[in-house]
């Protein structure tokens, strides 16, 4: 997926909440002069377990990370009526000032980063909303390009701004799903809800388990604080030129129309395997990550319901496995990462990890012991600079809240609401 936007060392303490909302205030002082009116934010987020199975009708189970795009905005006083009335932003991460169209005709335009905005612009505009003239800064801890979804951040932050701006209040799925079409319209990026379900609707210290079908979503407690959840950036990105998950996305359907199910969510291993000489061992191969995926997403969120974190790491290594063998969406980078997690092992505190995301670069996504996550997250980056030459990018998190509205008083000890109360 593409990723818009991101401000610099997330590795800082400054990326916690209430600094990044106070570094977007000061900028906004900076390159408009005076105070924001309005200062709201929207997280990132990582995928646990449940890779490549959205497309397929099937489970995820993401969380929101304490990394989030703010966006602190002022009206434009007085403006003066014009046909064309318009926003200006300016994107920290891109260092650059860029205007949005608050009236029709609203099109796509030439800077990547403005599309993302102008698309949730335009959706809103679609419903009715007047959209007053004003002028916003964003900033962000979210990291850019691992995918942890930095795009839905900034998506679902600008829908919650014109939500405060205009005086409305989205119900939270119809705000996901106006942020998803924003992005297959303005960015040309068709992904799946579970980015903007995520940004839009996770709450503290829980999972949420979405049903990528019905939509429906199910919260799965993760209250025990002695288990963090640490990312870790390979930094690397492959370029890939064959189309491969579109390729992948024809296998899945081929596999189903061979199965006679509308889609491989309905399948089930045994009816794979009954099934295996009217398949092409790839296709064949590419069916059985998906619907061994989608089984071990929902064993996943009952054993994460009970406590079982040994059945968690399990389950977290075999998806990997799959993802590399079967799905081969991983690279030797992410295998590397999970490797160096599974030597340190359950007595180092490790209890599972795998990549998450699309693949081919970007993050792995590991469940840790609170007292060891210091001395993994150095023993990890010692050991993958050591083979690669690379320096990783490691931090421990915590399941976080979706949107929220931040008070212009929003103190160290943090003070705002969740977007839609």
């Given at each position: 997926?593409?990723?818009?936007?991101?401000?610099?060392?997330?590795?800082q303490?400054?990326?916690?909440?209430?600094?990044?909302?106070?570094?977007a205030?000061?900028?906004?002082?900076?390159?408009f002069?005076?105070?924001?009116?309005?200062?709201?934010?929207?997280?990132?987020?990582?995928?646990l377990?449940?890779?490549h199975?959205?497309?397929?009708?099937?489970?995820?189970?993401?969380?929101?990370?304490?990394?989030y795009?703010?966006?602190?905005?002022?009206?434009?006083?007085?403006?003066?009526?014009?046909?064309?009335?318009?926003?200006?932003f300016?994107?920290?991460?891109?260092?650059?000032?860029?205007?949005?169209?608050?009236?029709?005709?609203?099109?796509?335009?030439?800077?990547?980063?403005?599309?993302?905005?102008?698309?949730?612009?335009?959706?809103?505009?679609a419903?009715?909303?007047?959209?007053?003239?004003?002028?916003?800064?964003?900033?962000?801890?979210?990291?850019?390009?691992?995918?942890?979804?930095?795009?839905?951040?900034?998506?679902?932050?600008?829908?919650?701004?014109?939500?405060?701006?205009?005086?409305?209040?989205?119900?939270?799925?119809?705000?996901?799903?106006?942020?998803?079409?924003?992005?297959?319209?303005?960015?040309?990026?068709?992904?799946?809800?579970?980015?903007?379900?995520?940004?839009?609707?996770?709450?503290?210290?829980?999972?949420?388990l979405?049903?990528?079908?019905?939509?429906?979503v199910?919260?799965?407690?993760?209250?025990?604080?002695?288990?963090?959840?640490v990312?870790?950036?390979?930094n690397?990105?492959?370029?890939?030129?064959?189309?491969?998950?579109a390729?992948?996305?024809?296998?899945?359907?081929?596999?189903a129309?061979?199965?006679?199910?509308?889609?491989?969510?309905?399948a089930?291993?045994?009816?794979?395997?009954?099934?295996?000489?009217?398949?092409?061992?790839?296709?064949?191969?590419?069916a059985?990550?998906?619907?061994?995926?989608?089984?071990?997403t929902l064993t996943?969120?009952?054993?994460?319901?009970?406590?079982?974190?040994?059945?968690?790491g399990?389950?977290?290594?075999?998806?990997?496995?799959?993802?590399?063998q079967?799905?081969?969406?991983?690279?030797?980078?992410?295998?590397?990462?999970?490797?160096?997690?599974?030597?340190?092992?359950?007595?180092?505190?490790?209890?599972?990890?795998?990549?998450?995301?699309?693949?081919f670069?970007?993050c792995?996504?590991?469940?840790?012991?609170?007292?060891?996550?210091?001395?993994?997250?150095?023993?990890?980056?010692?050991?993958y600079?050591?083979?690669?030459?690379?320096?990783?990018?490691?931090?421990?998190?915590?399941?976080?809240?979706g949107?929220?509205?931040?008070s212009?008083?929003?103190?160290?000890?943090?003070?705002?609401?969740?977007?839609?109360?």
């Open positions: 997926m593409s990723q818009p936007c991101c401000s610099p060392d997330t590795s303490p400054a990326h916690d909440l209430p600094a990044v909302v106070g570094q205030r000061e900028l906004f002082h900076q390159e002069g005076g105070v924001p009116r309005w200062v709201v934010a929207a997280p990132g987020r990582v995928n377990i449940g890779e199975t959205d497309y397929n009708g099937g489970f995820v189970l993401p969380m929101a990370i304490d990394r795009t703010v966006i602190a905005a002022a009206p434009v006083e007085a403006p003066r009526p014009t046909a064309d009335q318009q926003a200006e300016f994107s920290s991460g891109f260092g650059a000032r860029a205007p949005v169209r608050l009236q029709p005709p609203l099109e796509r335009g030439p800077v990547t980063w403005v599309n993302y905005v102008q698309g949730v612009v335009a959706g809103c505009v419903l009715g909303w007047r959209i007053p003239p004003f002028r916003a800064v964003i900033h962000s801890s979210v990291p850019l390009g691992g995918g942890l979804s930095s795009s839905a951040a900034l998506e679902v932050a600008t829908a919650t701004l014109l939500e405060v701006l205009c005086g409305q209040s989205l119900p939270p799925i119809e705000k996901a799903l106006l942020c998803q079409r924003a992005e297959h319209v303005f960015a040309g990026v068709p992904c799946g809800i579970m980015d903007q379900f995520s940004s839009v609707l996770c709450r503290e210290d829980m999972l949420m979405l049903d990528c079908r019905s939509q429906h199910q919260m799965v407690p993760f209250v025990d604080h002695d288990v963090q959840v990312i870790a950036n390979s690397v990105k492959h370029e890939l030129t064959g189309g491969e998950y390729q992948r996305r024809r296998e899945c359907e081929q596999a129309g061979i199965l006679r199910v509308p889609v491989l969510r309905d089930t291993l045994a009816r794979l395997e009954a099934a295996r000489e009217q398949l092409d061992a790839v296709v064949f191969r590419r059985r990550h998906v619907i061994g995926e989608i089984e071990r996943a969120a009952r054993a994460l319901a009970g406590g079982d974190w040994q059945h968690v399990e389950l977290m290594y075999a998806s990997h496995v799959s993802l590399q079967d799905y081969e969406v991983s690279c030797a980078e992410l295998d590397l990462l999970v490797e160096i997690a599974r030597s340190i092992g359950w007595d180092g505190g490790v209890i599972g990890s795998r990549m998450t995301g699309g693949g670069g970007g792995t996504v590991s469940l840790v012991r609170a007292p060891a996550v210091a001395r993994f997250a150095a023993e990890l980056t010692r050991r600079r050591e083979c690669t030459s690379i320096e990783p990018t490691v931090f421990a998190t915590r399941p976080s809240r949107a929220l509205i931040c212009e008083q929003l103190t160290e000890a943090g003070s705002a609401r969740p977007a839609g109360t």
